[in-house]
């Protein structure tokens, strides 16, 4: 739209002859502007979020419970299911051991046949004591 239609001055027309229009306030004024500072008061309080932060954590610590039981419960049946098999594994080596001894001592006494006073078997340490070997094999390196 053009000055003139607005002013109601029809036709071409100086600016200067036209009527003042100047702007103003609304009837009754302006509303007040809001300079303050106003933060809405939304969310839970305080308490209700310590409430609901223990009753997690409360809540965790239970199942952390829960399953220390359940993980000491598969490792006490572990355990017993060792020491039930621990016999039959412990006979099984035991049987190995002696093959392994008698094929060892029988190769002992063939290599040490011309030694006078070798006595098969005998330890070449003095503590009299007996330990089985910790190895797997007896003598890894002759056979």
Known sequence: MTEAVIRN???????KDMPVLQDGP?????????????????????VAIFLAAFGAFSWGMYEVGKGNKIRRAIKAEKYAARRAILPVLQAEEDERF????KKYLDYEAEVMKDVPNWKVGASVYNS????PPATGELRPEVW
Request: hydrophobic share 35%.
């Open 26 to 46: 609304p009837p009754g004024g302006f509303a007040p502007v809001r300079y303050a500072r106003r933060i809405p008061n939304k969310g839970p309080s305080a």
């Open 98 to 101: 002696v093959k392994e001894w």
């Open 9 to 15: 001055k029809p036709g071409m027309a100086s600016v």
């Open 128 to 131: 009299g004591r007996w330990m």
